[in-house]
Each structure stands twice: as C-alpha cells, then as structure tokens.
C-alpha cells in the first residue's frame, strides 16, 4: 500500500470510521486524496457512497487500517 492510501486509511482511524460508516472528504481534502480514494476503492477496501465525497471502509479496509502505522 503506497503512502497516499496509507494517509486515507490514518484519516479513517483519526475518526473511529468502522465498517459501513461513511466518512466525508470535501474541499481541498478530496481533491488530495481523490487518488487514493479511488485505488483504495478498486482494491475493495472503501465503498464511495451516493453523497459527494463519502467512502465507507469494507471489512478487508477496516483491517486494513489498523495495520496502517
């Protein structure tokens, strides 16, 4: 996992995001980690919900998280 999606993830455990909850990028902060977002999307570890700028951690993603450092 690259660095990007690494800070994705770090941002998903900054908030206590469990599988299922949607958490919310806008502004400046979507536009930084839309790459990211969108990897972390095609490897089936974050769902991109119908609300701009949501994603939801899958099981695989919440795992994922917490083996980020």
Do not use: D, I, W
């Given at each position: 996992m690259n660095t990007a999606e690494q800070r994705?993830?770090?941002t998903f455990r900054q908030f206590l995001v469990t599988p299922g909850?949607?958490?919310?990028?806008h502004g400046p902060n979507l536009n930084q980690h839309q790459a990211a977002?969108?990897?972390?999307?095609?490897?089936?570890?974050?769902?991109?919900?119908?609300f701009k700028?949501?994603?939801?951690l899958t099981k695989a993603g919440f795992l994922a998280m917490n083996n980020c450092n």
């Amino acid at each position: 996992m690259n660095t990007a999606e690494q800070r994705v993830l770090r941002t998903f455990r900054q908030f206590l995001v469990t599988p299922g909850q949607m958490l919310c990028f806008h502004g400046p902060n979507l536009n930084q980690h839309q790459a990211a977002l969108n990897q972390l999307t095609e490897k089936e570890l974050l769902v991109k919900e119908q609300f701009k700028g949501g994603y939801s951690l899958t099981k695989a993603g919440f795992l994922a998280m917490n083996n980020c450092n």
